[in-house]
């Protein structure tokens, strides 16, 4: 009986395993390799296989391109329900749930500190917070974040991840897009720079304002980006598309875009921006 007590034992050792490396490991959603997720990490969400970026929430975001010491301000807005609104479920509901699994009170967070030399401003999306979608609080975040750059003259950098103007707020979440594009252009008339920084996804209205209209317009590589999905393009245009024309390299080649960089590299080249647009060194190459 020997034989069949070492089996069990290994049967055993099997399951615990299974147990402990349970979780441990993700899928590149790119070239479907496993990857151990504190590789992964230290790799800042970047596959180290094939340069995959894979999303990160709106405070990583924060953490990986301001310097340390940086202030998280504007916290305390909160969504209400101004239409009632119901769908499979109500939008009180989505809200509460949001809340709890994010942390955050929208799919926002605005940040004070540094990048180099340079203070700035900074708006960073959740997409995460119900598809990263802009409602009044939203909008109303970026907009005070466009206050706080105008009344310190400092940069504003918004880091865009969102499917668009948030349903379940109808009207409300529509006037964000002319709220926060006004505020944009008093940025313009004082000669303030505000970088829009594009990330995987960034579609609907928020393409359609203040996605696109920074000073310099970066996206990483790979990144969704686009108004409507590409059934309803080649529906209305009758044209089939070419393969990958709402990512971020085609639109680099087509003039949307001024690059495309690496998530390793996107502090530095923020760096290098920001002391070109303040006039103290050669431009970002």
Same mark, same amino acid.
């Given at each position: 009986?020997?034989?069949?007590?070492?089996?069990?034992?290994?049967?055993?050792?099997?399951?615990? =395993?299974?147990?402990?490396?349970?979780?441990?490991?993700?899928?590149?959603?790119?070239?479907?390799?496993?990857?151990? =997720?504190?590789?992964?990490?230290?790799?800042?969400?970047?596959?180290?296989?094939?340069?995959?970026?894979?999303?990160?929430?709106?405070?990583?975001?924060?953490?990986?391109?301001?310097?340390?010491?940086?202030?998280?301000?504007?916290?305390?807005?909160?969504?209400?329900?101004?239409?009632?609104?119901?769908?499979?479920?109500?939008?009180?509901?989505?809200?509460?749930?949001?809340?709890?699994?994010?942390?955050?009170?929208?799919?926002?967070?605005?940040?004070?500190?540094?990048?180099?030399?340079?203070?700035?401003?900074?708006?960073?999306?959740?997409?995460?917070?119900?598809?990263?979608?802009?409602?009044?609080?939203?909008?109303?975040?970026?907009?005070?974040?466009?206050?706080?750059?105008?009344?310190?003259?400092?940069?504003?950098?918004?880091?865009?991840?969102?499917?668009?103007?948030?349903?379940?707020?109808?009207?409300?979440?529509?006037?964000?897009?002319?709220?926060?594009?006004?505020?944009?252009?008093?940025?313009?008339?004082?000669?303030?720079?505000?970088?829009?920084?594009?990330?995987?996804?960034?579609?609907?209205?928020?393409?359609?304002?203040?996605?696109?209209?920074?000073?310099?317009?970066?996206?990483?590589?790979?990144?969704?980006?686009?108004?409507?999905?590409?059934?309803?393009?080649?529906?209305?245009?009758?044209?089939?598309?070419?393969?990958?024309?709402?990512?971020?390299?085609?639109?680099?080649?087509?003039?949307?875009?001024?690059?495309?960089?690496?998530?390793?590299?996107?502090?530095?080249?923020?760096?290098?921006?920001?002391?070109?647009?303040?006039?103290?060194?050669?431009?970002?190459?």
């Amino acid at each position: 009986m020997s034989w069949f007590k070492r089996e069990e034992n290994e049967i055993v050792n099997d399951a615990r =395993k299974t147990v402990r490396t349970e979780g441990l490991w993700t899928q590149c959603g790119s070239c479907r390799q496993a990857i151990f =997720k504190k590789d992964l990490e230290e790799n800042l969400n970047v596959c180290p296989k094939c340069g995959y970026h894979f999303r990160v929430d709106a405070r990583r975001r924060i953490e990986l391109l301001l310097d340390p010491g940086y202030q998280l301000v504007d916290l305390d807005l909160r969504s209400t329900d101004p239409l009632d609104f119901s769908d499979l479920k109500k939008y009180k509901h989505r809200l509460a749930e949001a809340q709890k699994r994010t942390g955050l009170n929208d799919a926002i967070v605005n940040a004070l500190g540094t990048i180099g030399p340079h203070a700035v401003v900074m708006s960073s999306m959740e997409y995460g917070f119900i598809g990263g979608s802009m409602g009044a609080v939203v909008g109303e975040t970026i907009a005070r974040a466009i206050d706080r750059s105008l009344k310190a003259r400092q940069p504003l950098i918004i880091v865009a991840a969102s499917g668009g103007a948030r349903m379940m707020e109808g009207i409300v979440s529509l006037m964000q897009l002319a709220k926060i594009s006004s505020g944009l252009a008093r940025m313009d008339d004082e000669g303030i720079p505000y970088i829009s920084v594009l990330t995987d996804p960034t579609t609907g209205g928020v393409t359609a304002s203040f996605a696109m209209l920074g000073d310099l317009n970066i996206a990483e590589p790979g990144a969704l980006i686009g108004f409507a999905g590409p059934r309803v393009i080649e529906q209305t245009t009758r044209q089939r598309l070419p393969e990958g024309f709402q990512r971020s390299e085609f639109l680099l080649q087509h003039g949307f875009l001024d690059a495309v960089v690496g998530r390793k590299e996107m502090k530095s080249y923020l760096l290098r921006a920001l002391n070109w647009m303040n006039g103290t060194v050669e431009a970002a190459s």
